[in-house]
């Protein structure tokens, strides 16, 4: 299994000198979203993680919650699932997948003949305390969907929500304010992404990439969360 490139991005704080004054407001909404959202699971003693499972047995490979979670009216959809241990380069609990719907946003034509499958954004890693601790990109292969590029993920991403009944409130919270908080880096991993794309490409055709079981993880890139807030909180 080939070993995911690990993608050093700028921290919060870094891209926070060059941001405008609005920036700096919706990045600071962002996280005042995210940490609501912890607080009010907090306050039920729970933690993402815990809520994403509720008090179901934990299984390998199952979708948590079992038919996913979709919002409608934002084209967006996630699920939550772990792999065995011995598959990860990196210690995780668990991860999110995250999805759009290509063609409803317009990004992918219509076909009256069937309902394209959701096209991945991203992944984010999860430790067992309830935290992301990084963000990674996923071969073809893995989710099956529609291969978005970088121009169509910026847009996927400006688009990407979850308001609606379906799953957790908090955890629906949680995830559409940290990809408004971590837009910049989720696209650097996405540029990344795209790099080791091309280069896997240059001797093989790049459907045969796509299929290669061999190639699951394609670039992987930390974060931490508290420092990130910590660092935007010394910038209001």
Same mark, same amino acid.
């Given at each position: 299994? @080939?070993?995911?490139? %690990?993608?050093?991005?700028? %921290? *919060?704080?870094? +891209?926070?000198?060059?941001?405008?004054?609005?920036?700096?407001?919706?990045?600071?909404?962002?996280?005042?979203?995210?940490? &609501?959202?912890?607080?009010?699971?907090?306050?039920?003693? @729970?933690?993402?993680?815990?809520?994403?499972?509720?008090? =179901?047995?934990?299984? /390998?490979?199952?979708?948590?919650?079992?038919?996913?979670?979709?919002?409608?009216?934002?084209?967006?959809?996630?699920?939550?699932?772990?792999?065995?241990?011995?598959? +990860?380069?990196?210690?995780?609990?668990?991860?999110?997948?995250?999805?759009?719907?290509?063609? /409803?946003?317009? *990004?992918?034509?219509?076909?009256?003949?069937?309902?394209?499958?959701?096209?991945?954004?991203?992944?984010?890693?999860? =430790?067992?305390?309830?935290?992301? &601790?990084?963000?990674?990109?996923?071969?073809?292969?893995?989710?099956?969907?529609?291969?978005?590029?970088?121009?169509?993920?910026?847009?996927? *991403?400006?688009?990407?929500?979850?308001?609606?009944?379906?799953?957790?409130?908090?955890? =629906?919270?949680?995830?559409?304010?940290?990809?408004?908080?971590?837009?910049?880096?989720?696209?650097?991993?996405?540029? /990344?992404?795209?790099?080791?794309?091309?280069?896997?490409?240059?001797?093989?055709? @790049?459907? &045969?990439?796509?299929?290669?079981?061999?190639? /699951?993880? %394609?670039?992987?890139?930390?974060?931490?969360?508290?420092?990130?807030?910590?660092? %935007?909180? =010394?910038?209001?």
């Amino acid at each position: 299994m @080939r070993l995911p490139v %690990l993608l050093k991005t700028k %921290l *919060l704080d870094h +891209r926070m000198q060059s941001a405008s004054t609005s920036q700096k407001k919706q990045y600071w909404n962002a996280a005042t979203q995210l940490v &609501t959202s912890l607080q009010n699971l907090s306050q039920r003693g @729970r933690q993402v993680v815990q809520e994403i499972v509720g008090d =179901n047995t934990f299984v /390998e490979w199952e979708h948590y919650p079992e038919n996913d979670v979709r919002d409608l009216k934002h084209a967006s959809q996630y699920f939550y699932h772990a792999h065995t241990g011995l598959q +990860r380069s990196f210690a995780e609990h668990g991860h999110f997948h995250l999805f759009v719907h290509a063609q /409803e946003l317009g *990004l992918r034509p219509a076909n009256a003949r069937y309902d394209e499958a959701p096209a991945h954004v991203i992944a984010v890693s999860m =430790n067992a305390q309830g935290l992301p &601790t990084a963000f990674f990109a996923v071969n073809r292969w893995v989710t099956k969907g529609p291969w978005l590029s970088y121009e169509a993920c910026e847009i996927a *991403l400006d688009h990407f929500a979850l308001k609606g009944r379906q799953g957790s409130r908090d955890i =629906n919270r949680f995830l559409t304010a940290l990809v408004q908080l971590y837009r910049s880096q989720i696209l650097d991993v996405i540029k /990344e992404r795209d790099r080791v794309m091309q280069k896997l490409s240059q001797e093989r055709d @790049r459907r &045969t990439v796509f299929a290669d079981r061999n190639i /699951e993880l %394609l670039c992987y890139a930390p974060i931490a969360l508290m420092d990130d807030i910590e660092a %935007l909180e =010394n910038f209001i």
